[in-house]
């Protein structure tokens, strides 16, 4: 099924992007919900957090699995963006967009693949995809990101001020979101040093 959202102008301002972003996800997510019990979604433990102007970063626990994560949560009251390593494998990292809907999701699900670009401040346009996904018993909606070089992402993301994202709506003009990154210099180090301290 074709991925429906409203487009929003690239000039809107943080909160106008929000209150379009919301309902459309909400509306988008609403559409997959089960009419079952939900279950609820893993917890894990948050410990160690530190923040770095518009970013923080922190360690993520439940029993002997233990993730790292750098977390911009200025731009959006309801939406976030984070790279993520996990003790173990620190040299395969991730990079997610979290968007908090108005109940938990009874299914996790592949809600749709969308083609679309990422830009740090005026570098060079970064074509990719990203998978909408849901998580049963959690109330987030989430983007993963296709990315065959993150390493260069990271440190672009590193000396920048800004990161851009377009997600493409086939007809309708580019739905967009704009995160800061000051702080984020800070956050990724200490996600990546604390991961890689971890030794499991």
């Known amino acids: 099924m074709a991925l429906i959202m409203s487009a929003t102008h690239f000039l809107r301002s943080p909160s106008q992007y ?3 972003l919301t309902f459309t996800v909400v509306a988008i997510a609403t559409m997959w919900m089960v009419a079952t019990p939900v279950a609820n979604a893993t917890t894990f433990n948050t410990d160690d957090v530190a923040t770095h102007d518009h970013w923080q970063s922190m360690t993520l626990s439940l029993g002997g ?3 790292y994560r750098a977390v911009e949560t200025h731009s ?11 003790s173990g494998v620190c040299d395969l990292p991730w990079l997610e967009m979290r968007v908090t809907l108005e109940q938990q999701q009874g299914e996790s699900r592949t809600v749709n693949l969308v083609p679309t670009r990422l830009r740090i401040d005026e570098r060079p346009v ?3 995809m990203a998978e909408f996904i849901t998580e049963r018993g959690d109330d987030g909606f989430y983007a993963h990101f296709y990315l065959s070089d993150l390493a260069s992402l990271m440190a672009d993301m590193r000396q920048g001020e800004q990161l851009f ?5 086939d007809e309708r003009e580019p739905w967009y ?3 800061s990154l000051k702080g984020a210099d800070a956050a990724i ?3 990546l040093t604390q991961c890689e301290g971890s030794g499991t």
């Open 189 to 191: 180090n200490r996600m």
């Open 65 to 67: 699995e233990r993730h």
């Open 165 to 169: 994202l377009g997600f493409d709506q």
């Open 177 to 179: 979101m704009t995160f």
């Open 76 to 86: 959006y009251s309801d939406a976030t963006l984070s790279l993520n390593a996990t």
């Open 126 to 128: 970064i074509d990719t």
């Open 18 to 20: 929000l209150c379009t």
